[in-house]
């Protein structure tokens, strides 16, 4: 960790686990030097219990604590010496929707923020206290237009939301792809965090 630029930290889906996760971040930052790959893992394989529509008192206490521990990691990092523009918070399905809420409860300028296949969490057009500003951070949203757990709409809604904050946003719609990471997908956060490790 010490000679990390760039911190990619990397959140699983719902029945994932850690080890699956941090694979594709070692694929993401293949040749890559000074990038630092964290992949936390979630009790029962969950970060919280219903669908991340639900009324978020739904999803307590379990939320909140998932929340948390994603708050941690970046203040880790920066005793480490790694500001959170010198980090990548990226997930896939439930994990996706966890990075996004982190950003948007608690913005600043990131490195990056990456949601596959995800969307912020709680039911659609829950009012939000947008405070502060996210000052350009790039996101990319990629996801399925029929997935099953994730309406599109939703997708759209997050994108409005952090462009509201500030965000430099990227969707990719896919046509019929399903629930899943696809090339495309990984190219964007690949690039994203080459960007950074670039510059850092």
Not at 26 to 44: K, N, R, S, W
Not at 103 to 109: D, F, G, S
Request: proline share 6%; aromatic share 4%.
């Amino acid at each position: 960790m010490s000679n990390a630029r760039v911190a990619l930290v990397l959140l699983h889906g719902r029945g994932g686990t850690a080890e699956d996760i941090y694979a594709l971040g070692e694929e993401v930052a293949a040749d890559q030097a000074g990038v630092a790959i964290l992949a936390p893992q979630a009790a029962d394989r969950t970060w919280y219990p219903q669908r991340f529509l639900a009324p978020l008192a739904q999803n307590e206490p379990y939320l909140s604590s998932a929340l948390s521990l994603v708050g941690r990691l970046v203040a880790e990092l920066g005793q480490e010496g790694l500001a959170p523009a010198n980090m990548v918070l990226a997930g896939f399905s439930q994990g996706a929707c966890l990075s996004l809420e982190f950003a948007l409860r608690h913005p600043r300028r990131y490195g990056g923020l990456a949601g596959l296949s995800g969307a912020v969490i709680g039911p659609p057009g829950s009012p939000r206290d947008l405070g502060g500003g996210l000052a350009g951070t790039p996101v990319y949203l990629g996801c399925s237009d029929r997935d099953a757990h994730i309406p599109l709409a939703s997708v759209v809604e997050s994108a409005e939301l952090l462009e509201r904050l500030g965000a430099k946003v990227t969707k990719e719609i896919f046509p019929g792809m399903g629930h899943t990471v696809n090339a495309d997908e990984l190219a964007a956060l690949r690039q994203m965090v080459a960007t950074l490790a670039s510059s850092g």
